[in-house]
């Protein structure tokens, strides 16, 4: 008959597959998040949020309810406005002036620098052509007068030599 419990039938000196467990086994795990699991959020930076959101929001509507009510300080405010976003405007119209300013002016460099290269760099080309003409037509010369008459005596020498090695050759 087959034992179920081992406990049960357990002598002093005996040890079962229980008792052989270490108490990490048997403590309660912690819960590990996968690598790319979403980990939960601290809540309090979400409520921070909210409630800045709601302060700021409350503010408005406060202000917006300030200002209905006293139409001749919203008259006011609405002037300054006024007069700041035209500020604003003439900013941005001196700046775009500028702007188109120096991109003309830089656009005449270029066409200057284009210029000077174009000046400069066909003079060099048409100096670089001439050379290498005349690099051409001093090799062509040495090739004729020089290598040419040089090569035809030493494969002359060479044929001569191998007719007399071939003709007094001893056997």
């Not at 049960?8 to 048997?26: C, F, I, V």
């Not at 912690?30 to 930076?45: G, I, M, N, Q």
């Not at 700021?56 to 700041?84: K, M, N, Q, T």
Request: hydrophobic share 50%; glycine share 2%.
């Amino acid at each position: 008959m087959p034992e179920y419990n081992n406990t049960l039938n357990k002598t002093p000196g005996q040890s079962t597959s229980l008792d052989k467990r270490s108490a990490d086994e048997l403590a309660p795990k912690k819960k590990e998040y996968p690598e790319l699991s979403a980990k939960p959020v601290d809540r309090t930076t979400i409520i921070i949020a909210v409630v800045v959101a709601v302060v700021i929001f409350a503010a408005l509507i406060g202000s917006g309810v300030y200002l209905f009510l006293h139409p001749e300080i919203a008259s006011v405010l609405r002037d300054i406005v006024i007069v700041f976003f035209g500020l604003a405007v003439v900013v941005i119209i001196v700046l775009l002036m500028v702007l188109t300013a120096v991109t003309v002016y830089l656009a005449l460099k270029v066409n200057d620098l284009v210029k000077l290269l174009d000046r400069e760099i066909k003079p060099i080309l048409a100096n670089l052509q001439n050379t290498m003409v005349d690099v051409r037509g001093t090799a062509t010369f040495i090739n004729d007068k020089a290598v040419q008459p040089v090569i035809t005596t030493a494969s002359a020498f060479s044929a001569t030599k191998s007719v007399f090695r071939t003709l007094f050759q001893k056997k």
